[in-house]
């Protein structure tokens, strides 16, 4: 059986593979960028960042497909931080990174050692990709299994 012969009859399992592997891989590189964010978020803020922490995940959409992760952040003011605790949750400052990520930061008006960062992230679902592409490897891989035994007895 040539190579040919062998892609030809093995078309879905071959397809099931490829696609899985590159949805698997999607889903790693977009979680780390996500992870990369809120890092970057920690570091380029007033103020020294005590933690970090999702509080909800709004399924608001612009138009894009992306989707908008909600993190507070608890921060130590430092000499040079302004922090005032009367502004509304609606003052607001954003940042836009080189690669196009927009982090808009509101300042809470409840508490003056907290801030919420609102990212917009094309792969927030990483895991979700992460799970849907090692399945469809798998059922590419059962696909080339049957077609092996298939083809041997």
């Known amino acids: 059986m040539t190579i040919c012969n062998f892609a030809a009859k093995n078309r879905p399992a071959i397809m099931g593979v490829l696609f899985g592997v590159s949805m698997a891989l999607y889903g790693i590189f977009g979680y780390s960028h996500q992870r990369d964010l809120v890092k970057r978020c920690k570091t380029e803020t007033p103020g020294t960042v005590v933690s970090v922490e999702q509080v909800s995940h709004p399924t608001r959409n612009y ?25 509304l949750v609606t003052d607001k400052t954003e940042h836009i990174y080189q690669n196009g990520d927009k982090v808009t930061i509101y300042y809470s008006s409840a508490d003056t ?12 679902t990483g895991h979700t990709m992460i799970a849907c592409g090692l399945l469809l490897t798998a059922v590419g891989g059962l696909f080339f299994y049957v077609e092996h035994r298939k083809n041997n007895f």
Not at 63 to 85: C, K, M, N, W
């Open 113 to 124: 050692e907290a801030y919420y960062i609102e990212y917009a992230n094309p792969s927030a």
């Open 63 to 87: 138009g894009r497909s992306t989707q908008h992760l909600l993190y507070q952040a608890v921060i130590e003011p430092d000499d040079e931080t302004i922090f005032d605790g009367k502004q």
